[in-house]
């Protein structure tokens, strides 16, 4: 079993649609969870970051952590075509101090 | 200059040269690390460093040999590479090696092996 799980798409929807990104993991000793936006041609960039359970919000963005399902995701209210991008998942903590990253999910938002 | 630089952007090699990828960080940190990305698989980390010292190698073949410096600074020398070794290669950096330090990257080096 893979320690991150991410569904790859390609995931489209229309222009201000609220968009469901998920991501499942295997440890439970996990307790720090990101997401990162990958523009095409371009590197990772920090959109989220959470430690434990709970909700954090900024701006159309939404991170949810769920550590009894073992379920990460985020949401994005009112999509532009500026979000399209692949998002990557990434979680760490328990023995290891490494970044463990899910494949991404291409999202493209339709104008 | 802020963030994480990385250069150059673009490199095609013969599967007998010898070339080197750069990373330099203006974030103040004092950790950074190289990745490998490849089409449909997760980022692959290869080498972490911390204040100058390497504390991670992947299992990452010699073919790959990374150098830092100092901690704004890191160097990824490549020689007779083959061409699954094709791949967007990644520099990141966190203020330090603990596993809540969110890392910040550059945009990559893609390497095309001929």
């Known amino acids: 079993q893979k320690e991150v799980e991410q569904d790859p798409g390609p995931l489209s929807v229309p222009e201000g649609a609220i968009v469901s990104l998920n991501c499942t993991y295997s440890?439970?000793?996990?307790?720090?969870f990101m997401w990162y936006r990958q523009y095409s041609r371009k590197g990772p960039e920090l959109l989220m970051y959470t430690y434990s359970s709970g909700n954090k919000e900024d701006g159309r963005f939404t991170a949810q952590v769920d550590k009894s399902s073992k379920y990460i995701s985020l949401f994005i209210r009112d999509s532009q075509p500026s979000d399209s991008a692949t998002y990557l998942c990434a979680i760490s903590g328990g023995a290891t101090n490494k970044l463990i990253f899910g494949t991404g999910t291409l999202l493209a938002v339709q104008p | 200059e802020t963030g994480v630089t990385q250069t150059p952007r673009h490199l095609v090699m013969g599967m007998t040269n010898k070339k080197s990828l750069k990373c330099e960080q203006h974030l103040g940190h004092n950790a950074m690390y190289w990745y490998k990305q490849s089409a449909k698989k997760p980022l692959e980390l290869m080498f972490v460093y911390n204040f100058k010292e390497q504390t991670e190698n992947n299992s990452v073949p010699s073919r790959f040999s990374p150098e830092c410096p100092n901690s704004s600074h890191l160097f990824l020398h490549l020689h007779t590479l083959q061409p699954e070794d094709s791949a967007l290669y990644l520099c990141a950096s966190s203020p330090g090696p603990g596993d809540n330090q969110p890392q910040h990257f550059g945009d990559g080096t893609r390497l095309s092996i001929l």
């Open positions: 440890n439970s000793a996990f307790q720090y």
